[in-house]
């Protein structure tokens, strides 16, 4: 596991305490690893989800550090959702 997602699985974690997100999605960070967040947290991992992100670890980081509003992403195609794109909103919203 690369240390860009055990990072990433601590930010998260920090990001969604409190919150109720009720889906499964997974943030798959190009050449690193995935991330799969659910009801209970986020943790390294790559199973089927409702939902799956992908972009690279810049672009991903910069969603996390609040620099790159992560619908900005998508529409200029540095970030790409396959699936549920409601359950997408739905963790956006979650992750302030």
Known sequence: ?????????????????????????????TGEGAIIVD???????DED???????????FQSILDGETDPTGAFMTGKLTVDGDMAMAMQLAAALG
Do not use: H, P, Y
Not at 2 to 27: H, M, P, Q
């Open 49 to 59: 989800t409702d939902v799956t992100l992908t972009a690279d670890a810049e672009t």
């Open 39 to 45: 009801g209970s947290g986020a943790r390294a991992g």
């Open 1 to 29: 596991m690369s240390d860009i997602v055990n990072g990433a699985v601590a930010r998260l974690n920090e990001k969604l305490a409190g919150s109720e997100f009720a889906g499964t999605a997974k943030f798959d960070i």
